[in-house]
């Protein structure tokens, strides 16, 4: 089975920038497709990005386009979220996830194992 634990959520004011990380165990990241989520109150789990097993296909939603960045090392099974020019409406506890396949996809379906997820909060 496969674990994750995010980190490096936290407050920041509007323009600023945050990077989370997510630590996998019970399953390497190389083999699997991994994804960022976000969930903002009182709305529905959204996709922000995911990325392909090695890395080569990466996918954003257009809200966080140019602003988000995914990566990975895979000598520490981890996969980082680096957010940039950070808006009131990037509020959220964001989630990674491992997906059932090795692709880059987008579906909540899509992904069977979840982190605990980490909150941020970008006041204006």
């Known amino acids: 089975q496969g674990q994750l634990v995010e980190s490096g959520g936290g407050l920041v004011q509007a323009g600023g920038s945050l990077r989370l990380s997510c630590v996998a165990s019970?399953?390497?990241?190389?083999?699997?497709?991994m994804g960022w989520f976000r969930q903002a109150p009182g709305k529905e789990r959204e996709f922000v990005v995911s990325?392909?097993?090695?890395?080569?296909?990466?996918y954003y939603a257009d809200s966080v386009k140019g602003r988000f960045t995914m990566s990975s090392d895979n000598a520490k099974n981890t996969v980082y979220l680096d957010m940039n020019n950070l808006k009131p409406e990037d509020t959220a506890v964001y989630y990674c996830?491992?997906?059932?396949?090795?692709?880059?996809?987008?579906?909540?379906?899509?992904?069977?194992?979840w982190g605990q997820g980490t909150k941020v909060t970008v006041s204006s």
């Open positions: 019970g399953r390497t990241i190389s083999t699997y497709g």
């Open positions: 990325m392909s097993r090695r890395g080569e296909t990466t």
């Open positions: 996830a491992i997906a059932k396949n090795g692709f880059a996809v987008r579906r909540i379906d899509a992904y069977d194992y």
